[in-house]
């Protein structure tokens, strides 16, 4: 059943005021779906919506709704009983949306919580934006150094409901550091009187409350885990990372790449949420720096004008500068997207910048030969052009497209290699680099070739 | 620790042939660790090494490794040697390795196991390539109607350690149909003489053998899964994909998106093992394409040469078509890659087209018009140019914006309702399209404004 049929169905329900089968039908849905569903609807008809929902499932529908709609619902709601609801959320999902929300209001919730939970989320409003500290979620298994595996499993059962995964247990010293994870699997698989230390993996991988939020996904990514436990500065376990938010972090380290690749500030929100003016914003910056740039092009063309109107090139140079231009560009925005991904994914690092380059120079030889020669095609049978303005731009052309793939995967490299993004090297930056560099390429041919 | 002291130490054991001792430094590593460390070694030694892998992770290791060298130690290895260690992979990682193999030796290797494995192993190989058939295990843990909950751990504990996850289990009815899925973690807190099927979740999400596997990464992202059952046509369990494996398809599409926004065809490789001549022939088609579309604007161009060389623009026109090409193209490759990256995301759908479009509209006057603004500047203050020039300029300027930004949007959401890759439509085609655009609305103006 497809969700526009799903949707009709409900929205009948709803109509007809039907509220109890309303209820049963939306106890049939995943949650993401009736998330998805309450999204369609108008604001009075959401509360009341979300009020049918059965107790145990309505935090998880709150955690997957878009945040104007849950600041809708909390403003809607007492303070007892928005309170309730945050409390029912996994803190990582409580804090998430605590994040969005004004101030005047997170205070007013806070203030009714009890003073545990109260200083938890402050911690976790502190730690900086995009770092492990600010994804991770406190409800992990913990077990203490002597603890056997009977003695695990009743603690499981006891309390692995409202924790977010079972399935890896994290064994604690006194000072609560982190001496080692226990797959459930294992635990499983051993006798009861087992120590738990005796099945601990001493190897884990964990990562630190400050780290970059991209650094942890490649790390989890790398060793395919499906939690990575959190440490603090004294290696105190604090909290962990499921791989669900980590799929959230790739997603979204992807999208600012691709945004910085195309010359954007990156945005904070969906494209489809994000005004008109915050898209103007994003955009108007390197759009300026890159036009400003754009002047010395504009210079290099005034100062070899004579060139360009001399009978000896027929006006076929001036209608080759696009041809010339886009093609460096091109080859420039081909070298340096395989460059800034190699370098995202950990294929490509700053000491492979000879190898790199070596094979972006065969490429470029390559393919700027031919491309060269249809240029010069292109410069004799479209244009009608001289030998002489055809061997101009084909002579250009080879070097422009060199030139483009050098920088293509040179600038990235230097980029990581200082600390920069190396996402801000892409097509727009080096378009404008190479235009200057073919075009001061083609003057100079064209002086010795032509001989203007 | 950090990888090059590990394999400082690592290196050093095995120069003096410490044998004995290298076996069990190797055992405090992590099986990806271990991969990496041998990928630095050569021919010789890594087969010494890792024959000297305990059993239990030598598969583990293997599945980690680069496929040269898996190749290089398959071939050392003799063929009873070689099929136990492919019998000890999973079945999703033995086939991403087979299917790498030279015909030759698939065919030697499979005719060395027994005849479920080979009939197995010949029906995964069958499936199509980047389907949801190729890229599943069939390790997972399957229970049948009436289990109960006793009987199920029981069952657990007996096959658990073969299964890719046992976290989520399968039902299945006598015809092996889907009828829900258990987590493990509700059996644990039930009853031993509970029947499973009461813990059943019902309104499970599964995906077909033959969807495409980015269909397959879409859905896990939404429902937040850590592994997905896999069905055939007639709704029969076939396999499970696992959170790990939709993490590197996440990636691998991510990198065909930026590949084919760069105007290339993707490539099966890591750019580093790519060779020199399958990067040109990636590359070169489109590059052709866009050269030869090039020819538009190089006609246009010569056609309106007058205009260029009139005193009236005084040369100002020909120095400001770099600056209007580039410009043209930045906003376009601003436009199309929100527009491309939400679709990939989602978050926007064709339905979305009036709603996205009439946004770029809006956002392409305002930057329209301010780019436009700074290009008069330019033309009067950088190119000493008339008011009239400029006022061409500025004109030429906005339209073009307003034409790439519309074009941006348009083109991916159009491409995608007619089932083609949205990435197709991306900058260097947009690009090509606005040049020939604002060449056209540039002259226009001039003939309107300057009355050449």
């Not at 402050?122 to 730690?127: E, T």
């Not at 980590?246 to 979204?252: K, P, Q, R, T």
């Not at 005004?275 to 890159?290: A, F, G, Q």
């Amino acid at each position: 059943m497809d969700f526009d049929t799903i949707r009709a169905r409900l929205d009948k329900l709803l109509a007809e005021g039907r509220k109890g089968e309303l209820r049963g039908a939306l106890t049939m849905l995943n949650e993401v779906d009736i998330a998805e569903y309450l999204e369609t609807l108008d604001n009075e008809k959401v509360l009341m919506v979300f009020r049918l929902l059965p107790k145990d499932i309505s935090a998880d529908v709150f955690a997957y709704m878009d945040n104007d709609q849950r600041q809708r619902i909390i403003e809607a709601m007492d303070d007892g009983e928005a309170m309730r609801l945050v409390d029912d959320m996994f803190v990582d999902d409580a804090v998430d949306f605590l994040e969005e929300l004004p101030a005047g209001v997170v205070k007013r919730m806070l203030k009714n919580c009890d003073e545990n939970k109260r200083q938890l989320i402050n911690q976790f409003l502190r730690y900086p934006e995009n770092s492990a500290g600010s994804i991770m979620t406190i409800e992990y298994m913990e077990l203490h150094r002597g603890t056997t595996v009977g003695e695990a499993m009743a603690e499981i059962r006891r309390t692995g409901l409202d924790k977010e995964t079972i399935y890896t247990l994290y064994v604690l010293d006194e000072r609560r550091k982190l001496l080692g994870t226990v797959p459930l699997r294992k635990l499983l698989l051993a006798k009861d009187d087992t120590q738990v230390e005796s099945l601990m993996n001493q190897q884990f991988v964990c990562v630190h409350t400050t780290d970059d939020q991209e650094a942890v996904a490649d790390t989890v990514r790398k060793y395919d885990l499906i939690s990575i436990p959190v440490v603090d500065n004294e290696e105190r376990m604090i909290g962990i990372i499921t791989i669900d938010d980590i799929v959230d972090v790739i997603e979204e380290e992807n999208t600012e790449d691709f945004e910085r690749m195309a010359a954007m500030f990156p945005s904070e929100d969906t494209y489809l949420k994000t005004s008109v003016l915050t898209l103007v914003k994003n955009r108007m910056p390197w759009l300026l720096i890159l036009m400003i740039s754009g002047i010395f092009t504009g210079i290099i063309i005034q100062h070899y004008e004579d060139i360009l109107r001399t009978t000896l090139s027929g006006g076929v140079l001036t209608a080759c500068i696009p041809i010339l231009m886009d093609t460096g560009g091109n080859c420039g925005s081909q070298a340096s997207t395989l460059t800034i991904r190699g370098l995202a994914l950990g294929e490509i690092t700053p000491h492979d910048l000879g190898k790199v380059l070596f094979k972006e120079l065969r490429v470029g030889m390559l393919v700027g030969a031919l491309l060269a020669l249809c240029g010069f095609g292109i410069a004799v049978f479209a244009f009608g052009g001289t030998i002489g303005a055809a061997t101009t731009i084909a002579i250009a052309l080879f070097f422009a497209v060199v030139m483009a793939q050098v920088l293509g995967c040179v600038l990235p490299v230097l980029a990581k290699s200082i600390k920069l993004d190396p996402a801000l090297m892409a097509s727009p930056l080096i378009t404008t680099i190479v235009d200057v560099g073919s075009l001061i390429i083609l003057f100079m041919v064209a002086i010795n070739v032509l001989h203007v």
